[in-house]
Nanobody, 116 residues
Framework: QVQLVEFGGGSVQPGGSLRLSCVAN????????MGWYRQAPGKKREMVAL???????TYANSVRDRFTILRGSAENPVSLQMNSLKPDDTAVYYC??????????WGQGTQVTVSS
């Protein structure tokens, strides 16, 4: 079964940038919707950005105009460019694959820490 692995997390100062990548150990086809979610300590997992098979994007209001979700190849299906990072962006970020048959596949997550 396809597995997802996130790369690109790390520690940055406020105002900095990071690019997260999601690599599929297998092949993901473009008919699958994908997205990025995040979970901060003590909070529920929340949607950050989504991209449909046709390229339609959706963003949480908290990241709109700062983050950009990008669709790539079947092996490297989605990335997240994060600019103007804020301390409130600190969280574990997860790549998500929506299955046509229902359900989702999640990566293990990558930590993003924004602090001075």
């Amino acid at each position: 079964q396809v597995q997802l692995v996130e790369f690109g997390g790390g520690s940055v100062q406020p105002g900095g940038s990071l690019r997260l990548s999601c690599v599929a150990n297998g092949t993901i086809f473009r008919f699958n919707a994908m997205g990025w979610y995040r979970q901060a300590p003590g909070k529920k997992r929340e949607m950050v950005a989504l991209i449909s098979p046709t390229g339609t994007t959706t963003y949480a209001n908290s990241v709109r105009d700062r983050f950009t979700i990008l669709r790539g190849s079947a092996e490297n299906p989605v990335s997240l460019q994060m600019n103007s990072l804020k301390p409130d962006d600190t969280a574990v970020y997860y790549c998500n694959l929506e299955l046509i048959t229902g359900g989702n596949i999640w990566g293990q997550g990558t930590q993003v820490t924004v602090s001075s």
